[in-house]
């Protein structure tokens, strides 16, 4: 099935969510104005890719994350599911299906099957207990995704890749790479570019779907 694979930019949905932000529920009008205002920073970092991945990341967290906590603790790749089943459901016009099969297919395949972005390698390396058995946790992830790439199934794909893309989010967050650094530049600019196609995907939808319960922000704005 061929879909065009249209990219949305800040300055365009900026002037739609002018015209029908007064529509929006009070907690959803924040979320859309933060990711907004994040996508306007990751977009003017351009080539600097540790930036811009950076900056996408917190836009994507604007739009969907509800739970501060579970974000420390670690049970926010978790939230990666539901958002994501509910967001594919609202792509009546596929563009997701088609940028995960089509336009970025190449290089999330490279994502996916790259060990120094799946955690549980990480864990070893660093001689946490229970992860000795990392190799054959990441042949069975492995396998799993090339099962959902022969089904299609664009939820399963999409939550793993953002499994993936969450460890390098760790990796330049938390200080564990170098700014510019040739070691992951592969991994760091593909990122960057998907998050750029996807996360103003995923805003669109939203406002377009403004009355659906999204959640309340975990730091709402309070006088």
Avoid: C
Wanted: glycine letters at 6%.
């Amino acid at each position: 099935m061929e879909t065009q694979t249209m990219e949305l930019k800040f300055s365009g949905l900026k002037a739609k969510q002018r015209g029908i932000r007064d529509t929006f529920p009070t907690d959803h009008g924040l979320r859309i104005h933060r990711a907004l205002s994040w996508l306007n920073r990751a977009e003017l970092a351009g080539e600097d890719y540790d930036a811009s991945f950076i900056f996408y990341w917190i836009s994507f967290n604007s739009a969907y994350a509800e739970d501060a906590v579970g974000a420390v603790s670690g049970s926010e790749r978790s939230a990666f599911d539901g958002y994501f089943q509910k967001i594919i459901s609202l792509d009546n016009d596929q563009l997701i299906y088609s940028a995960i099969w089509q336009k970025f297919s190449a290089s999330i395949r490279l994502l996916l099957n790259n060990k120094y972005v799946f955690q549980p390698f990480w864990n070893h390396h660093n001689q946490l207990d229970g992860y000795s058995d990392w190799e054959a946790r990441f042949e069975k992830s492995k396998y799993k995704t090339k099962i959902a790439m022969q089904e299609r199934d664009t939820k399963i794909i999409l939550t793993t890749l953002f499994d993936r893309l969450y460890v390098l989010r760790n990796q330049l967050v938390h200080g564990g790479a170098t700014w510019n650094s040739s070691v992951n530049r592969d991994q760091v600019r593909d990122g960057s570019r998907i998050l750029g196609f996807l996360i103003p995907l995923f805003v669109d939808l939203m406002m377009d779907n403004s009355k659906l319960n999204w959640g309340a922000p975990y730091y709402p704005v309070v006088e």
